[in-house]
């Protein structure tokens, strides 16, 4: 498969605590982006990467989240002392020209 | 403010039918817009994407429009089936450095038997 995968796919985490999703673009994809989807919701950026740089952070990504991609390969999205809400789907995508390709999503349900 | 409002929020149709979904959009500035749908729980797939110049694309039973004048477009979904039933997102890029998408909240259609 050769399409964008990201793992987990679900995660049930209890508040408080610390979770990582995991994000592996398309090979020849320069671009990565992370979006946050609740229910009923079109996605809501969170934050850009060209190669290994961050670009540009949405101010919905507060103190609690960090991303990397440290050798602009894969990606990382860690969210600290989980909050509900906090719960939603965490989508990541990649492009290399125009066209952005989906992951199938990373699923947060915070109890 | 960029911003893609979508039309109806909601959409419950016959299989068989066809339908139409609307997406306004102001952004600028324009450099494409796509449609792309979404299966519940399931990642957005591309279905269309239109410049500019571009005011028709068909992707199989889809096609869409798209008038930059009046910054409209729509999704006509012709002999709808029970598997079209998902989320269909209007989504506009900004011309910028890179791909800035500004996604709009979708229409979410129901194909009944």
């Known amino acids: 498969d050769t399409g964008v995968s990201q793992d987990p796919r679900h995660k049930i985490t209890k508040r408080g605590q610390n979770v990582t999703f995991r994000c592996d673009p398309i090979?020849?994809?320069?671009?990565l982006y992370w979006y946050r989807q609740t229910l009923g919701q079109g996605p809501e950026f969170l934050t850009y990467f060209q190669n290994e740089a961050q670009l540009e952070k949405s101010r919905l990504l507060s103190d609690r989240f960090s991303a990397e991609r440290p050798k602009g390969s894969f990606s990382t999205l860690e969210i600290q002392r989980t909050e509900q809400g906090d719960s939603a789907m965490y989508l990541c995508a990649s492009s290399l020209k125009v066209s952005l390709y989906f992951g199938e999503g990373s699923w947060l349900t915070v109890v | 403010k960029n911003q893609v409002e979508q039309s109806p929020q909601s959409l419950i149709i016959l299989e068989g039918k066809n339908c139409t979904l609307q997406?306004?959009?102001?952004?600028?500035?324009?450099?494409?817009l796509r449609w792309y749908k979404q299966d519940t729980g399931r990642g957005p797939v591309s279905l269309t994407i239109?410049?500019?110049?571009?005011n028709t694309k068909s992707n199989g039973r889809y096609t869409a429009t798209l008038d930059a004048d009046t910054k409209q477009s729509s999704l006509h979904i012709t002999a709808s089936q029970l598997s079209d039933s998902a989320s269909y997102i209007c989504?506009?890029?900004?011309?910028?450095?890179?791909?800035?998408?500004?996604f709009g909240p979708g229409t979410s259609l129901s194909v009944i038997p």
């Open positions: 989504v506009v890029s900004l011309k910028t450095s890179y791909d800035k998408v500004i």
């Open positions: 090979s020849e994809h320069n671009r």
């Open positions: 997406c306004n959009y102001t952004v600028s500035p324009f450099s494409n």
């Open positions: 239109m410049t500019f110049s571009e």
